[in-house]
């Protein structure tokens, strides 16, 4: 998950894709990381809690997809 987390940095420090808010998908960016960064440290002492913060990572990464989707002209999707 701490891995998942520094991908989302590398996506922030990719830039915005075309066409998509920046501020909305740099907030998505920061959010998701935060999460993801939360869910990692928290499952150690709690898996349902960090299992619980990684559900949220994961339904947000898909909304995520939808815009680099339309920005991109891309089909991201999560298996």
Do not use: C, H, K
């Not at 830039?15 to 999460?35: C, Q």
């Amino acid at each position: 998950m701490r891995m998942l987390g520094d991908s989302f940095v590398r996506l922030a420090d990719a830039g915005v894709p075309p066409g998509v808010d920046a501020a909305d998908y740099m907030a998505r960016l920061a959010t998701l990381e935060d999460f993801a960064r939360q869910a990692a440290d928290t499952y150690s002492v709690s898996p349902i809690e960090g299992a619980a913060t990684f559900a949220v990572v994961r339904e947000q990464t898909g909304v995520l997809f939808d815009q680099l989707n339309a920005a991109l002209g891309t089909s991201y999707r999560l298996p």
